[in-house]
């Protein structure tokens, strides 16, 4: 089956920091989307991709759709102590029914 | 509130029961789906609804089964349970917003 590689499994960072995350596939998808996992919640959808080559901001989160439909990056900047949790990206198609998400980057983020 | 409820919140159950787990989509949201967490698979996508069909399945095992009714609201039975099958069970809903995902139920298989 599909799989999405995410990388890194996990951040130690400093308060203040960029934070930078991605995923590859092996296949193409026609939608990349991340999501945040706070403990205890569901997902809750950061930014959506629909386009390879789009690069898309959502406040301190910029995430770009690769030119090859086969990867995507989040960047997250000036870190604060919420964003801490687990990211996830999920891309949509490639012949594969639902959301396909990667294993998760977890972020810890020391004052 | 992400505008999709799923209940109960926790579940502790014994190997070999049965339970059913619970989800209201989003208001006019017409598509359910079920996704599975657990520690060393992650997310995983088992079945989906659209307008009360069965639309897709993907990993989902034949001891578990859906159904969405009239009102669209969604059940996931989880039947034969195994210590195995202890993880977190999301409901999502996808509408004009893209997929929004509920709080989950932790099922914890003793």
């Known amino acids: 089956g599909q799989q999405l590689n995410q990388s890194p499994q996990s951040m130690f960072i400093q308060e203040g920091e960029d934070v930078s995350m991605n995923c590859t596939s092996s296949s193409i998808f026609n939608t990349w989307l991340w999501y945040k996992q706070d403990p205890g919640e569901g997902p809750v959808l950061l930014i959506a991709l629909y386009k390879a080559g789009e690069l898309t901001s959502n406040g301190r989160l910029t995430a770009q759709f690769g030119i090859t439909r086969k990867d995507s990056f989040l960047n997250i900047s000036a870190s604060i102590p919420s964003d801490v949790g687990i990211y996830f990206c999920a891309g949509l198609g490639g012949g594969a029914d639902g959301l396909t998400f990667g294993k998760g980057t977890h972020l810890i983020i020391q004052p | 509130d992400s505008g999709v409820t799923q209940t109960p919140k926790h579940l502790i159950t014994a190997t070999g029961q049965r339970v059913t787990l619970r989800c209201s989509p989003r208001?006019?949201?017409?598509?359910v789906y079920w996704y599975q967490q657990s520690l060393d698979q992650g997310l995983q996508f088992l079945i989906q609804?659209?307008?009360?069909?069965?639309?897709a399945k993907g990993n989902i095992l034949e001891r578990f089964s859906a159904q969405q009714f009239p009102d669209l609201h969604s059940e996931l039975n989880l039947s034969s349970l195994e210590l195995g099958d202890s993880a977190l069970y999301f409901c999502?809903?996808?509408?004009?917003?893209?997929?929004?995902f509920g709080s989950g139920t932790r099922l914890t298989v003793v």
């Open positions: 609804y659209y307008n009360g069909e069965e639309r």
């Open positions: 208001s006019g949201d017409l598509s």
């Open positions: 999502a809903s996808r509408g004009s917003v893209g997929y929004t």
